[in-house]
């Protein structure tokens, strides 16, 4: 059989796909229902922690951070209770990481605070001394990207029936609601701030980067 | 059956992509170096604003030493070695020579594209598939461009029977295609919203799905960018430069075939004590174990083709780079295994014994292999003799100090990170924050920059020396039968 398949390179690659193939529909296919389903409490993200987490994606956070709390009694120690799938039920995509140069983020929420996160982006070693994470000072600068985060929480919505805008979950509603309901989530960490720049831009209507991305941090629980 | 003797092939194509692995070796390796070194000395993060911190600069490095260096690699030998082994050369088709140009052209275009956009932050963050779809779309044509070549030179073959090397070279095609389109599956938000930026996405699988489709991809992408295709190398560069034949036809059948089918289910290794199903986890442990048999399947049917002709490694220092990529191929299979078994991987998983282990696989395997396959072509390709021998022994050790540096101090600083995250004092308290973890690591990220220096050192030898021999060496009429003439 396979002296013929040799000489006959069409069955020879329907023969190689098929076999490379069969791994993923056994491994991958069956799952996908189940642990698609979202924990009790899972909530999607709102438009602003969207925009923060597009921000954490967009500088690779994940490339030295994960968020997956394995089950062991060293890292429930560390960084709280294990990691259950249906906990990230609304993320698209996963941010596990695979390295964990710095700490876990899974639950950064429960014991890190605004003011933590504002001093730890603008310079990492005035809060962990010995840290080796770079500094993250134009996030002060640039504003948040509401439209994009909208456009996705809206495309989730439309697309994989987010249930947004429902009993008990975010309301997303139009764009001009949206942003409004941004601005006013971004008051209260704005509030927590010491930055003057930040304070008066938010004064000025603008929502900084950095407040995007602390409303997603802090959100982490 | 005509001679190979009487066919001329035509190198036009493999000499484009023979360029673009040595341009973009030097690119991905140079940022490599440059990150590992921001890992102990953070104030180079500050250099270039938002554009060169480390998260930035990370998934440039894998890119472009997997898309780039790598894939060109791929690419020059299989326009070199499809020719041959089919017995039929570029020249004879107007049509596939235009195919593989554009190839060559579309790809260096999606390159461009795929370095402006890491940089500016543009990324889905999965990583080894970071790009945006539109970048997507264009990975895509170049990839159907390249299948076109491939089983257009195979439509228009003298030689009956596909040998070895071009089995591996279709199921490089077949599987890439695959794990590529389903893990970059994402829906463009621009046309449901209407709003936000035009290039932006969102997965079309969520949570731990996301996780299983990734990792089945990402895993993958390991088997079908730097194991199949540089079998398919070795396969074909290892004998015609020993004139040793294959050791084993059977062996060669079975290891094939069994890596392909085993391959594929490895990649829940990744996800070990995660949020995916147990049974997919245990399969993805298991599976990996038993890799070690195809794996090392390829490399022993490479050792044992040397029998009785060791004394080629005093002689010539390309069999010293294929000897050498066939031994880290099972170093790095034997390990890959041994990190994917339940307990080790407790200790091992999210530490840099991962990036020491992934690294004496690319720096000892592939690297060796894409610089040795490409010192044996630049004789024949531009009928000139290899530069300097010299040259190319002093490349290989500067180079195998570098891997030995790289990975026995990831080795160390992983297995260090392990044990001091789960450490716990005499009362049951976690003995170091984190932060100790990371500041005993100053010592062995700087040894790991190092030994990066060296093997950068090495690739930019291995350039000089294919420069001056396309330019300056000295000419030869016939081509070389087995060994590669050097001066």
Known sequence: MFHWLEKNPFFFAVGVFVVIAYAGIVTVLPDFMESARPLVGTKPYTTLQLAGRQIYIQESCNACHSQLIRPFKSETDRYGKYSLSGEYAYDRPFLWGSERTGPDLHRVGNYRTTDWHENHMLDPESVVPGSIMPKYGFMFKKNADLETAYAEAYTVKKVFDVPYDQPNMPKLGTFAEAKAAAYKEAGAIVKDMKNQSVKDAYKNGQIKEIVALIAYLNSLK | ?487
């Open chain 2, 1 to 487: 059956m005509q001679s190979s003797n009487a066919i001329q092939y035509d190198y036009t194509v493999a000499k484009y992509f023979t360029i673009a692995t040595i341009v973009f070796g030097i690119v991905g390796m140079t940022v490599g170096v440059f990150i590992a070194f921001q890992l102990s000395f953070p104030g180079l993060n500050d250099l270039f604003g938002a554009y060169g911190t480390f998260g930035r600069l990370r998934p440039l490095h894998t890119d472009s030493v997997i898309f780039g260096f790598t894939l060109s690699g791929i690419w020059a030998t299989w326009y070199y070695v499809g020719q041959r082994v089919l017995k039929v050369s570029m020249a004879e088709s107007k049509f596939l020579m235009f195919v593989g140009k554009l190839h060559f052209w579309l790809y260096l275009i999606g390159v461009a594209a795929v370095v402006v956009s890491l940089i500016m932050g543009i990324t889905t963050s999965k990583e080894y598939a970071e790009f945006e779809w539109p970048i997507d779309i264009a990975i895509v044509i170049v990839w159907v461009l390249w299948g076109l070549g491939i089983f257009g030179l195979i439509g228009i073959r003298r030689e009956k029977v596909l040998y070895i090397s071009i089995w591996y070279y279709i199921a490089t095609f077949l599987g890439v295609a695959m794990l590529y389109l389903f893990n970059n599956m994402e829906v463009p938000t621009y046309f449901v919203a209407g709003m936000g930026k035009w290039y932006h996405s969102v997965s079309m699988y969520a949570g731990s799905n996301d996780a299983m489709v990734q990792w089945w991809y990402g895993h993958n992408a390991v088997a079908f960018v730097f194991t199949v295709p540089i079998i398919a190398m070795i396969y074909y560069f290892l004998p015609k430069e020993s004139g040793q034949p294959i050791f084993s036809y059977k062996l060669s059948l079975l290891s094939f075939w069994g890596l392909m089918f085993v391959y594929l289910w490895a990649g829940g290794h990744h996800l070990l004590y995660s949020t995916v199903p147990d049974w997919v986890q245990t399969m993805g442990s298991i599976f990996s174990i038993i890799l070690i048999l195809p794996s090392w399947g390829s490399a022993i049917n490479m050792l044992l083709t040397m029998k009785g002709e060791w004394g080629q490694l005093k002689e010539n220092p390309l069999i010293k780079f294929y000897v050498l990529a066939s031994t880290f191929y099972m170093l790095s299979t034997l390990e890959g295994p041994i990190q994917a078994i339940k307990s080790v991987n407790a200790l091992a998983h999210f530490t840099n014994w991962i990036p020491g282990h992934v690294h004496d696989g690319t720096l000892g395997w592939v690297g060796f292999m894409i610089i040795g396959a490409l010192f044996h072509m630049a004789p024949r390709m531009y009928k000139k003799e290899i530069f300097s021998k010299k040259i190319v022994e002093a490349q290989f050790w500067v180079q195998t100090t570098g891997i030995v540096m790289y990975f026995s101090s990831m080795w160390i600083a992983g297995i260090t990170q392990g044990m001091m995250w789960r450490a716990t004092d005499q009362y049951g308290n976690l003995a170091y924050s984190f932060i100790d973890a990371v500041e005993v690591l100053h010592p062995y990220y700087t040894l790991r920059g190092v030994g990066g220096v060296f093997y950068l050192v090495g690739v930019f030898m291995w350039a000089y020396n294919m420069y001056k021999t396309a330019t300056s060496s000295k000419a030869i009429e016939k081509e070389p039968q087995y060994a590669s003439p050097m001066a």
